[in-house]
């Protein structure tokens, strides 16, 4: 693939990840931290898993991102997302490999039922330090250039 073929799919991916990322913060605009005491009925509950869907679709789109722009900058992907997220973490565009594997630890366990202790927990580090990193992502992909290397 050409190197403006991929600067190209690079920037759409980036805007996918801007346009994602709007959405969670749209919802953290939104919310109250969640309350584990409160029982919350269908209605009250339904910004809270909207936030989740659009944590999850965030962080997904973040990755796909982090790889066409790998693309870009090595002409390579790696073969582990650890790896993948190493470079990013040398490139300044990720604050923490650590972070982006409790990201996708919690993305993969919001799926499951857990107790309203869990739940909050959860809700607290999305509405906290991974809705900042992921705003702080986005905002770091706006000013890099993604033009050929």
């Not at 749209?26 to 339904?46: G, T, V």
């Not at 679709?57 to 790896?83: M, T």
């Not at 300044?92 to 039922?113: G, T």
């Amino acid at each position: 693939m050409s190197a403006n073929k991929q600067a190209e799919i690079t920037r759409h991916g980036r805007q996918k990840m801007n346009d994602a990322v709007a959405l969670v913060q749209a919802s953290l605009n939104k919310l109250k931290p969640y309350d584990e005491k409160h029982a919350y009925s269908a209605d009250e509950s339904e910004p809270y898993d909207a936030l989740s869907d659009r944590f999850i679709r965030a962080v997904e789109v973040g990755i796909k991102f982090f790889r066409s722009y790998e693309r870009l900058q090595f002409a390579e992907n790696s073969d582990a997302l650890r790896d993948l997220l190493n470079r990013m973490e040398k490139l300044e565009m990720i604050s923490s490999v650590e972070v982006w594997f409790r990201m996708r630890d919690v993305r993969n366990r919001i799926v499951h039922d857990y107790l309203p202790h869990e739940i909050k927990i959860m809700y607290d580090d999305i509405m906290g330090l991974f809705g900042q990193e992921l705003v702080g992502c986005a905002e770091k992909a706006r000013q890099v250039s993604l033009d050929e290397p």
